[in-house]
């Protein structure tokens, strides 16, 4: 296996987090995973602005994203990062608590690569990222960097 991409996590919710880590964690599915609290550090982190303009230019290998989120919400952010050139081929998944068909349906018109339900169960919850990780970060063959 040649070297795992980097997972950008934009996730309010504490518990969703440490979910989310653990599995990722478990299975050894990423280098590294950077977590973000909301829909302006998710922007901040990928423009590479304020507590971030050091960090590795490289883009992620898939940015999964909630929906609901405090500042700006993940709607708004995937619209912004799809108008943007640099960030059209960036895999974006939605993995968020919302079964309403407006979110669904909006979040596809704006470009999303998935969209994924967060199961209840702890298990299934565990089962579900390790598939989102091994698929996007691992199994995936991303497009050539310019």
Same mark, same amino acid.
């Given at each position: 296996?040649s070297?795992?991409?980097? &997972?950008?996590?934009?996730?309010? !919710?504490?518990?969703? &987090?440490?979910? $989310?880590?653990?599995? =990722? +964690?478990?299975?050894? =599915? #990423? ?8 829909? /302006?550090?998710a922007?901040d982190? *990928? ?7 050091e960090?590795?230019?490289? %883009?992620? #290998?898939? @940015?999964? @994203?909630? =929906?609901? *989120? %405090?500042?700006?919400n993940?709607?708004?952010? @995937?619209? /912004?990062?799809? #108008?943007? +050139? /640099?960030?059209?081929?960036? %895999?974006?998944?939605? =993995? $968020? ?5 407006? !979110? ?5 018109? @704006?470009?999303?690569?998935a ?23 691992? &199994?995936?063959?991303?497009p %050539?960097? #310019?």
């Amino acid at each position: 296996m040649s070297k795992l991409g980097r &997972i950008l996590l934009v996730e309010d !919710d504490p518990r969703d &987090i440490e979910l $989310t880590l653990t599995a =990722l +964690q478990e299975y050894n =599915l #990423a280098n590294e995973v950077m977590v973000v609290r909301d829909g /302006q550090e998710a922007l901040d982190y *990928l423009y590479r602005r304020g507590e971030f303009s050091e960090r590795d230019p490289s %883009p992620p #290998a898939v @940015l999964l @994203l909630d =929906l609901k *989120l %405090p500042k700006i919400n993940g709607l708004e952010v @995937l619209q /912004q990062v799809r #108008a943007d +050139q /640099q960030f059209k081929v960036l %895999p974006i998944v939605v =993995l $968020t608590s919302s079964h309403e068909e407006r !979110d669904v349906v909006r979040s596809y018109e @704006l470009g999303v690569n998935a969209y994924v339900v967060k199961p209840v169960d702890f298990h299934e919850f565990v089962n579900a990222v390790k598939e989102l990780g091994v698929f996007w970060a691992v &199994i995936n063959e991303p497009p %050539p960097r #310019a």
